[in-house]
C-alpha cells in the first residue's frame, strides 16, 4: 500500500509518498533489499517553499492527488493543537508566522483526499521514526531534540508520544546563564531559555558570524555545549529517557556531542545511577540512525499508525 508523509517547516514542506509492506505494521518486519527501513520503501519525495497557506497547501494536496495513498501522516511545526476533542484539532495555533495562524492541517487534506490523516508536532515524528526504525528502536521512552533555527524536543514516553495539556515545549526550558554570556537571548518570551541562547540564529547574533565560520572557535562550543547539557540534564531528570536523540543544524559540529555528553555527566554529578549514563554515554546521547529522515519516516508511520486506527474502527 502507499502512505504519504509530510514533515512541515516554517520554511519548507517535505511531502513524500512511501510503499509499505503490510508486514511493516508488526515489530517483527525485517528490512528487504532496495527498503530505507523495515518495510518501508520511500518512492519519491518534493520539498515545497512554505508560502501562504492556501497556496502552499494547495499545491502540496494536488502533489498527493497524482498518488492512491491510503493514510497520509503529518509532522507539523508548532505550536499545533493535538486534542482530537478540541473544535481546532489538526490546526497549527498561535504561530507568529504570517497566514499561518489556526490552519487546519489535518482538515484541509481529509476533505481533499478522503483518507486517514495522522498528526504530531515535527519533533514528535522525528522521535517516532527512531523509536520505530532508528537509533532508539526498541526502547519505551526516547526523546529527540533538535537544535536548529529553533530548538525542538519530542518525548515518546511508556510505549506512546507525550502530548500532555498541549504538548512539550522543551524548546523553551529555563538555563543558567553562562557567567562570560552577555547576549541578550533571542527568544522574545524568556531571557533565558535554550532556543533563546542556543539555537542557530543565536550562536551566530552573539558571534557576529554564520556556524560555519566559528567552527575552530572554542569558546564558542564550550558555551553552546554548557546550555545543550543543561536541558539534556533536565531532560533526563524528568522523562528518564532510555536513548537521547540530538540533532539539528547546530548538533552538525562534530565537537559539540562529545563536549556535550562530558558536562552532561558533570552535571548529573553522580545522581542518576545506570551504566547508559556511567559507562556507555557515548551510546545513550546519539545522533538519528535515520540519517536526514526521521521526520519523513516518523510522519509515514503517523499516517500507518492513523489508518491502523481507522481500520480498527471501521471493523
Ligand atoms: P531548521 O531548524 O530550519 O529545520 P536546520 O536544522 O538546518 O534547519 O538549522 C538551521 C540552523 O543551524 C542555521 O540557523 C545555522 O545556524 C545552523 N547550522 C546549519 N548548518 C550548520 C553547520 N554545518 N554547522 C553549524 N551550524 C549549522
Ligand atoms: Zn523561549
Known amino acids: 500500500m502507499l502512505i504519504g508523509g509530510i514533515e ?10 512511501a510503499n509499505v509492506r503490510v508486514e511493516a505494521f508488526f515489530a517483527d518486519c525485517r528490512r528487504e533489499e532496495g527498503e530505507d527501513v523495515a518495510g518501508i520503501k520511500i518512492l519519491d519525495r518534493i520539498s515545497i517553499p512554505t508560502r501562504q497557506p492556501e497556496e502552499t497547501l494547495g499545491e502540496m494536496v494536488a502533489y498527493f492527488k497524482k498518488w492512491e495513498i491510503q493514510a497520509l501522516g503529518i509532522g507539523c511545526f508548532g505550536p499545533v493543537d493535538l486534542n482530537k476533542k478540541s473544535a481546532t484539532y489538526g490546526h497549527i495555533t498561535s504561530t507568529p508566522k504570517p497566514g499561518w495562524a489556526y490552519c487546519d ?4 487534506f481529509e476533505k481533499a483526499l478522503d483518507i486517514p490523516v495522522g498528526f504530531d508536532t515535527d519533533v514528535n515524528g522525528a522521535v517516532l521514526g527512531e523509536v520505530t526504525w532508528g537509533a532508539a528502536k526498541g526502547c519505551d521512552s526516547a526523546i529527540y531534540i533538535t537544535i536548529g533555527t529553533g530548538v525542538g524536543v519530542g518525548v515518546y514516553c511508556n510505549g506512546g508520544l507525550l502530548h500532555g495539556m498541549v504538548h512539550p515545549e522543551g524548546g523553551h526550558v529555563l538555563l543558567t546563564r553562562h557567567p562570560k554570556d552577555t547576549y541578550k537571548g533571542h527568544c522574545p518570551f524568556h531571557e533565558n531559555c535554550i532556543e533563546g541562547l542556543a539555537a542557530g540564529p543565536a550562536v551566530e547574533e552573539r558571534w557576529g558570524d554564520k556556524a560555519y565560520n566559528l567552527v575552530d572557535r572554542k569558546e564558542v562550543w564550550e558555551m553552546e555545549a554548557y546550555y545543550i547539557a543543561q536541558a539534556v540534564t533536565d531532560y533526563i531528570l ?36 545506570h551504566p ?16 536526514e529522515d526521521p521526520g519523513i519516516l516518523g510522519a509515514i508511520r503517523l499516517g500507518m499508525l492513523e489508518y491502523e486506527r481507522w481500520s480498527e474502527e471501521e471493523a
Open 8 to 17: 512541515a517547516g516554517g520554511t519548507k514542506m517535505v511531502c513524500s509518498v
Open 238 to 273: 524528568c522523562y528518564s529517557p532510555e536513548k537521547i536523540i540530538l540533532w539539528g543544524g547546530v548538533m552538525h559540529v562534530q565537537q559539540l556531542f562529545p563536549m556535550a555528553r562530558e558536562k552532561v555527566k558533570e552535571l548529573l554529578n553522580g545522581y542518576v545511577h
Open 105 to 108: 492541517m489535518v482538515g484541509t
Open 276 to 291: 547508559m549514563v556511567e559507562e556507555n554515554i557515548n551510546q545513550y546521547i546519539v545522533p538519528p540512525a535515520l540519517g
